[in-house]
T-cell receptor
């Protein structure tokens, strides 16, 4: 089955630690996105990538980093510089020319601070 | 900066009754999306509205877009328990077609 897989489902971060959230898709989509969701809030864009080896900052990129070495993979690292990382993180992808009309979301990762 | 507002933020609905929820936004756009989210789950695409006057219907839900008023409505007909969820609207605008999400409206259907 085609889809987007995020792992882990739950992740705990200690003070000063970097953690990496995985996002893999087998939909052959070019564009991939990372969103952050806080309770009672809408989604906010962290980073996005339209093509392999290229990515752009979204609205709240500070304290996060990404890479796009393979088309199917777009991992997000939450660095120690992100002082308030507790949130629900959603990865999404879309096909060429489809843009937001065909945006597929993963099942999310809940990140909490110990 | 584009602002997307949804209201009300929480709505308790009685089974069998009709309701309307709203999404308004602050800048020109003719592309608006509705999503549904169940607690702890991902987002599910409900409607894609791509022009002024667009109307889409799926089951008990009907969405419409008025780009002149910068307003989208989601009408619920004869609410049932299965419709309990949080509903987000998202507006596409800007050079990179970025989506800006509202805070969501949580619907709860009671018997």
């Amino acid at each position: 089955d085609g889809g987007i897989t995020q792992s882990p489902k739950y992740l705990f971060r200690k003070e000063g630690q970097n953690v990496t959230l995985s996002c893999e898709q087998n939909l052959n989509h070019d564009a991939m996105y990372w969103y952050r969701q806080d309770p009672g809030q809408g989604l906010r864009l962290i980073y996005y990538s339209q093509i392999v080896n290229d990515f752009q900052k979204g609205d709240i990129a500070e304290g996060y980093s990404v890479s796009r070495e393979k088309k199917e993979s777009f991992p997000l690292t939450v660095t120690s510089a992100q002082k308030n990382p507790t949130a629900f993180y959603l990865c999404a992808s879309s096909a060429p020319g489809q843009g937001n009309e065909k945006l597929f979301f993963g099942s999310g990762t809940q990140l909490s601070v110990l | 900066e584009l602002k997307v507002e949804q209201n009300p933020l929480f709505l308790s609905m009685q089974e069998g009754k009709n309701y309307t929820i709203y999404c308004n936004y602050s800048t020109t756009s003719d592309r608006l999306y509705w999503y549904r989210q169940d607690p702890g789950k991902s987002l599910e695409s409900l409607f894609v509205l791509l022009s002024n006057g667009a109307v889409k219907q799926e089951g008990r839900l009907m969405a419409s877009l008025d780009t002149k008023a910068r307003l989208s409505t989601l009408h619920i007909t004869a609410a049932v328990h299965d419709l309990s969820a949080t509903y987000f609207c998202a507006v596409e605008a800007g050079a990179n077609s970025k989506l800006t999400f509202g805070k969501g409206i949580t619907l709860s259907v009671r018997p």
